[in-house]
């Protein structure tokens, strides 16, 4: 700062002679003028430095304004003789101090940026969103609800406290049948009237509480939390199981086998499976079927749908018995229709390669977030039911 | 129900394959669960060890010739066996033979320098059993130069169906025959049983004193009989099929249990005291029973017993006293019918399961209660020798058969194939039912042996699963336009939503039990003896659950116990205020752990996360409740919780005087100590089905956007108010002031100091205001100062800090 200010006052000192000068002369004294000007505008080193070449060159007393002003008092051909000299000087002049101006902002900016860098390789922190999981059983449940929706199926739920009524009876489990063995039933104490209630073991009784309450047509699924007194690697006292219902005048079994294979075609995400359905038993469906459908087991850890050569049992199924209809308050001889059941775990488990149900229910976060679903992975039809 | 091929044989006459036969099993209902196929084993034949010596290189080795029985020379194994020796008659493997045990088809191939050509087997190599100690060593008589497998009696081929508990039926040989003969895959034989002819009546009388459980009994003896044990073939199959022989006399009874699906019992006629009585037992009666156990019996079970007492668990198990062994020489046989649900639940209350429960309970064809003991009488003839008696047939009054009427037109009516009428009839006639008349409708005699047919649905099933299921082309469901309302209802659509929302801040989806121990329900509040489980599978998994909190906090510990100490996790769910079907509750709760807030967990050079606490499970508590659509504007906060929050560190969400939406704070300390947990943690709870259902609404349309033109602005204040003042009721005051130009206020600093007073506190606010209708003037902003200032006083005491 200290040199520019000195600059300056040699600059001033100068341009006092000017005026005095012969054209001859005056145009050697511009020359210096111009050069140590222009001298003065490129080794300005900053916005303030180059403020000061222009105050001292353009400012009220300014050498170049004290120049310029002298051409008011010339004659006509003095002024014609030294108007662009002097004019064509401080064109350059400004020029000059316009482009350093530019150059030297650029410096600043530059200067500026290079003092803020940052390392961006720092890590940030991850998003609430991509942290966060939904467990497979309910992504499952939105996969499911996502495809019967489509066909015009409603969401139906029970509770998971049930009477033997829902549960069993009216669903034709007849008293003291081994089927009613096989369902290793959770109850609670008996109540005064030696009633006691138990822990649905199916999801069928909302079958009963749904025709209860709605005439056909039905068309509901039915998902929700089952239990047994059972458990090792493939059962667990509690799972889930989801139901299906069509009651109306005319559904049958073709129907009803159309039904499933658009599902399982539609959850597995195949364009086409080979279905084998048996014929089979459940006390609330007549007939029954059970369902296996087409995989390929070869790859160790892996099963992969609509191909190879093994059959794997997915689902029960079955024309509503009419004990059952009757049961609901419908006349089997005007309505009729057909179940099914599958377990939401099993399925969930095939598809997405979870080996061990008990792994379900323990909230490892590890696992969890292995095996579970980030938060905006939502299953739609249109956008493909899995990521 | 397993039966070998052979044994089928015996009923069903056919050319079709084994796989053939399997598939057909399969598509009519009787699904194969396991083929015992041994065929592999055809290759094996059985060889003599002529020389065994040393082997020159190896100590463990030895190197034999042996003869394989096909003329040619003997040839030279290496075998590392010890018990090879010269003479050792064994199973031997060629080159070129698949081992199954070891998975490697056998090449010539050098062991230490000695060519060996070919193997002796051990049982483990033939997955025979696990025996691996030594190589197969066989009697001096087994003929060198066979097949091993049919020495064996490998060679029959063990079917195991998965049988359904509908078909008792098919728990015969001969059932399941009679299913593939009607699927058009053989002839079904063998059927036939000689009459009986016995001489003189049987000694030994029966008195039924409990007709209901016991609707008939038949019973005849045969005298001089020789009990050794049973033929080779005979015992064969049931060796194949998992059963011990033990001698002829008992051996027939399984054979006529597997055969034709008719248990029988025998009993040793010399040490039976009396005359049988068939009664309920006495209480506290004890029977040894032929499995070595003794049993305690109540009136409710069926006993046959005689002058001595219980001789026989009716249905279940015959006893010790009076079985048959060697030294019997006149045999009762008794074939009875017993009641299936008595049967079953004598079975499962003593906890016997035996062939003979499995079929009762199931119901035996009460016709083939006379050719059972036909059947066995010859079979001990043939057997054993000796003479029999007339039979003796008591109580049994008939079978009644079951008609039905048939209009064929269900078939198509519930399956959606058109079945032609003649082969609908061809099959149930195939099958043993009588089909009468010739019209649209038919009467249709179901056989004795179908207890399980009702009425027409069942009959639709016979025909479908004998036509075949798999020409039953699919339909596609026509659209109706009755199912077009929601497919899911609010609360579904809630939680839904709710589960999204807790997952897009971070915290992770559980499924805990729905059952927890006593102790933890009792903590939350829970514990009623409604919601005890009479038969929890373990001790800990007993009540159910009056709050999610206690299994999420579990859970959360459970992670921090593995080393992962930052969790979040909820879980929306069902929790129980008592056992009916409108007590249980939608709720969706969440915990967080350590230092797991919503921007992340631990240490980070931005910033550490701190503890978590109340203010994390208010946020969201509040998030919850707002994705499942509360009025969130509408929420008033109050301080304190349930006993088993912190009771200065939680809060209730209410909605109105009376509608609680839901909880949160940080644990009472008494609360962790039950749980066995430790913190920093903090939880919330929101009762998704407690807010309210949104109003119908005749339109989508969203009210009119205005926006104003004129510049927002906001101003501070800070007031001192007593300590005891919540900042809510400040803020509240505050917005009061003016509703049409406050937009916000927010609570932007809390300072507590000296210079305010002991018992005194700064709440600074910000206060957003909205010029509607023009600037504000500086007057305006005074005027609206003062009424901020003057309200806020008057509601809370604060003054104006300054």
Known sequence: ?387 | MKFTLSWLKDHLETDASLNEIVERLTSIGLEVEHVDDKSSLKPFVIAKVLTAVQHPDADRLRVLTVDTGDGKPPVQVVCGAPNARAGLIGAFAAPGTYVPGIDVTLTVGKIRGVESHGMMCSERELELSDEHNGIIDLPADAPVGTSFASYAHLDDPVIEINLTPNRPDATSVYGIARDLAASGLGRLVGGAIMPHVGEGLCPVKVTIEAPELCPGFALTMVRGVKNGPSPKWFQQRLIAIGLRPISALVDITNYVTFDRGRPLHVFDAAKVAGNLVVRPARDGEKVLALDGREYTLTPEMCVIADDNGVESIAGIMGGEHSGCDESTTDVLIESALWDPIATARTGRALGIITDARYRFERGVDPEFMVPGVELAAKLVLDFCGGTPTEMEVTGYAGHKPKIVSFPLSEVKRLTGIEVPKAESLDILTRLGFEPQGSGDIVKVKVPSWRPDVDGKADLVEEVMRIHGVDNIAPQPLGAHDAVNSKILTTLQIRTRTAKRALAVRGMMEAVTWSFIPAKHAELFGGGQTALKLANPIAADMSDMRPSLLPGLIAAAQRNADKGIGDVALFEVSGTYEGDGADQQRRVAAGVRRGTAKLDGSGRSWAGNSGPVGVFDAKADAIAALEACGAPVERLQIEAGGPAWYHPGRSGTIKLGPKTVLGTFGEFHPKTMEGLDVSGPLCGFEVFVDAVPEPKAKPTKTKPKLELSAFQAVKRDFAFVVDKAIEAGTLVRAALAADKKLITAVSVFDIFEGASLGADKKSIAIEVSIQPVEKTLTDEDFEALAKRIVENVGKQTGGVLRT
């Open chain 1, 1 to 387: 700062m200290p040199d520019i200010n000195l600059n300056v006052t040699f600059t001033l000192a100068q341009i006092s002679n000017v005026a005095s000068l012969t054209v001859n002369d005056a145009t050697t004294g511009l020359d210096t003028l111009e050069s140590s000007l222009l001298a003065d505008i490129a080794s300005a080193a900053d916005e303030p430095a180059i403020e000061a070449v222009r105050i001292a060159a353009f400012g009220k007393k300014g050498t170049v304004s004290e120049m310029l002003k002298t051409l008011g008092a010339m004659t006509a051909e003095e002024r014609q003789l030294k108007g662009p000299v002097i004019n064509g000087l401080k064109n350059r002049v400004t020029e000059a101090l316009t482009a350093r101006k530019a150059e030297l902002k650029d410096v600043a900016i530059a200067a500026r940026l290079a003092a803020e860098k940052v390392d961006v390789t720092l890590p940030v922190r991850q998003s609430p969103a991509e942290r966060g999981r939904i467990h497979p059983i309910s992504q499952v449940i939105d996969e499911i609800a996502a495809i019967f929706g489509d066909l015009g199926f409603a969401i139906a739920e029970g509770p998971d406290i049930e009477t033997d009524y829902y549960n069993f009876t009216a669903l034709n489990f007849p008293e003291g049948h081994p089927a009613r063995e096989m369902h290793d039933t959770f109850f609670f104490q008996p109540d005064e009237k030696g009633e006691r209630k138990l822990l649905r073991t199916h999801t069928s009784p909302v079958q009963i509480r749904t025709m209860e309450k709605q005439k056909p047509p039905i068309r509901i699924v039915i998902p929700g939390k089952t239990y047994r007194q059972d458990s090792d690697a493939t059962h667990s006292p509690m799972f889930h199981q989801v139901e299906g219902l069509v009651i109306d005048k005319t559904a049958n079994v073709a129907n009803m086998k159309w039904v499933l294979e658009e599902f399982c075609k539609a959850f597995f995400e195949v364009p086409s499976v080979k279905m084998r359905f048996r014929p089979s038993f459940f006390p609330f469906t007549e007939p029954s079927l059970e369902v296996d459908i087409q995989c390929d087991r070869s790859r160790p850890g892996e099963v992969r749908f609509g191909e190879g050569s093994d059959w794997m049992e997915i689902l029960g199924c079955g024309m509503v018995h009419p004990n059952v209809l009757r049961a609901g308050g419908l006349d089997p001889d005007e309505y009729q229709g057909f179940a099914w059941g599958m377990g939401i775990d099993r399925i969930a488990m095939l598809k997405y390669g979870m080996p061990d149900l008990r792994a379900f229910f323990d909230a490892d976060v590890r696992w969890l977030s292995h095996y579970g679903f980030r938060p905006l992975d939502m299953p739609t039809l249109f956008g493909g039911l899995s990521a």
